[in-house]
């Protein structure tokens, strides 16, 4: 059974470019998570999606970004005009159900904003 | 104020040390208790949970859990060189509502066993 899949494992982009950001939860899993880390700190929650609903979004910034999970394909964490200060790993977990405890990280996405 | 703090260490111990790795918090209605354990450029992964006060032992990790002086630990008998990672403690309230899906992380503490 493949863990969470997360591509790419590393992005570049300019400022004010587009970046997509793509998870493939496990098996099983309907419930997708988006987490933000910057360096020297932890894990930030940004959005919790189910197939084509957005549960919780309290933790994405207003503007710029989105994210989505469709009722086919992966879940996409999109970034509009990149910044430099959006330069940080995204990490994608997944569950099964309700319970956030049982929740599987990917091994995330690097970005680096130049 | 941080809602969860944890000291980023680092820590560095020998080989056959006991760690003990903690968490404050503030928020009252945290009810399930987590620690991940973090190598360098590789997502986290789970090492154990524990829903509200008490201890939990697997191997040679202990997980407590303190609600009444909102302190969480996480003790690493006879560490090994292999145990070198960032550790970070994460919590969330119950089920219900929209909250069962976010985690609120510490900050992570760094820790190196030296042979």
């Known amino acids: 059974n493949a863990g969470v899949m997360q591509n790419p494992r590393h992005l570049v982009r300019r400022r004010g470019q587009e970046a997509r950001l793509r998870c493939s939860p496990m098996k099983g899993h309907s419930h997708v998570y988006w987490y933000r880390q910057l360096p020297e700190e932890g894990l930030k929650f940004m959005v919790y999606?189910?197939?084509?609903?957005?549960?919780?979004e309290s933790g994405m910034p207003k503007e710029r970004f989105s994210a989505e999970f469709p009722k086919e394909g992966p879940s996409i964490l999109r970034i509009q005009q990149v910044v430099r200060g959006d330069s940080a790993a995204y990490f994608c977990a997944s569950s099964p159900g309700v319970r956030g405890t049982e929740a599987f990280f990917g091994q995330g996405t690097r970005l680096t904003v130049v | 104020q941080k809602e969860v703090e944890q000291d980023p260490g680092p820590l560095s111990v020998p080989e056959g040390a006991i760690v003990s790795l903690n968490c404050t918090y503030s928020n009252s209605a945290f009810q399930y208790f987590m620690w991940y354990r973090q190598y360098s450029r590789k997502g986290p992964e789970l090492l154990m949970y524990?829903?509200?006060?008490g201890n939990k032992e697997d191997g040679r990790f202990t997980a407590q859990v303190d609600k009444s002086s909102k302190y969480i630990s996480l003790f690493i008998r006879d560490s090994q060189p292999s145990d070198s990672a960032t550790y970070l403690c994460?919590?969330?309230?119950?089920?219900?509502?929209?909250?069962?899906?976010?985690?609120?992380f510490g900050q992570g503490t760094i820790l190196t066993v030296h042979p």
């Open positions: 994460a919590m969330r309230g119950t089920a219900g509502g929209t909250s069962y899906g976010k985690l609120t």
């Open positions: 999606l189910q197939k084509e609903n957005i549960i919780d």
């Open positions: 524990t829903y509200s006060s």
